[in-house]
DNA sequence: CTAGATTCAAGTCATGGTGTCTCGAAATCG
DNA sequence: CGATTTCGAGACACCATGACTTGAATCTAG
């Protein structure tokens, strides 16, 4: 995964790289997105702000890259008995990360950011960050037999996510916890 | 609805209220969202600048006014045959508001701006512009007791709409109108 | 070990937006 | 008329941006 370095010159820093991930994590919980500036993020990590423009161009893609690991941990969920407990297992995994984690506030900043700037949707469509953790759900779930009707992925996905992720989107999200179940078995049933 | 002006000096001048809404429609459209600056609408309104704080505290709260109108327009759809027929025409004018309008990129423009400002959030919760609209259509089909289940409202709204919105925010949109008839069928199959 | 390449932290700089303030003119009230 | 409020226009200090410079550090190739 990591190639080997291979031009002259001084390598990158790795630990440059990581204090800044590691700043923009904090600075967006604590400080929230609108204090989050290049400039802060340069100075909270100890870095050069060049150092920072280097590597990445805009705020949304340091975001990125500091949400997909934690993202892909939190949305997988263990294999369960029935496929409606899977479902509902990821739900609650997705109800948590969106409204609970740190990666997920950076998900829905950056999903937010992509609404009115194209190359933030771009990457966040290459990331597929929801996208895949729910389709894993999906296919594990039809290979048990339990999901009925053909239907292409990408719609089973929206119809998954959808509900739960435009409840939480849209500021509606209070008591979300007592509904999962049954929309788990909705999905199901559809 | 409006009130009549009481208070003594010069009132509130029409025109410069509708000069703003559109400066800020047109700016959203033709340069984005990342070119609409509190100084550019004043320029380009032809207004002072204290003007538009006056009556506006941030470029989320006139992109609101400008799209409530237009948004409640745009999804209100006439009384169909059948059930079947009225949501998926809801659905076919909540994808032509969100892909296609207008007011529906300021919509979504103001949806991510509140996922990292509270602010906007909140007045996008008391604007409820999406919810407001399906649960018209929801209490329409409902009426024709085509709606199993109970269900309290906005875990229905969030079935209805959360799909099809997921699908366009997350921008995967392509094609969609030719899922709207099933998407529909599986509403009210729920 | 040296020469060249690349990165590092730190800082400077012009540009442009922010939000507040001031100004004189205009409009409406009592 | 006088008080009050809004109007357009612009000045103002403040801050983020992103390109640029500097001198040191760290790597590869020869």
Redesign the interface.
């Known amino acids: 995964m990591v190639a080997p370095p291979k031009s002259p010159g001084r390598p990158r820093s790795e630990d440059a790289r990581l204090a800044i991930l590691q700043a923009v994590d904090g600075m967006l919980v604590e400080e929230?997105?609108?204090a989050m500036t290049m400039k802060g993020i340069a100075e909270r990590a100890g870095v050069g702000r060049q150092t920072v423009y280097r590597w990445w161009s805009s705020k949304a893609e340091i975001l990125l890259e500091a949400c997909t690991h934690d993202a892909i941990d939190e949305l997988t969920v263990p294999a369960a008995e029935s496929a409606a407990a899977e479902v509902a297992a990821f739900l609650g995994a997705l109800a948590a990360f969106l409204t609970g984690s740190d990666a997920g506030l950076a998900y829905?900043?950056l999903?937010?950011?992509?609404?009115?700037?194209e190359a933030v949707?771009?990457l966040?469509?290459e990331a597929d960050i929801?996208?895949g953790a729910a389709a894993r759900t999906i296919r594990r779930v039809q290979s048990h037999g339990a999901l009925a009707g053909e239907g292409d992925l990408?719609?089973l996905v929206?119809?998954l996510?959808?509900?739960?992720?435009?409840?939480v989107?849209?500021?509606?999200a209070a008591g979300i916890e007592g509904?999962l179940e049954?929309m788990a078995e909705?999905f199901l049933?559809?």
């Open positions: 929230g997105y609108a829905r900043a999903l937010g950011e992509a609404q009115h700037d949707a771009k966040l469509r929801l996208g990408r719609g929206a119809e996510v959808g509900p739960l992720a435009f409840r989107l849209a500021g509606d509904e049954g909705r049933a559809r």
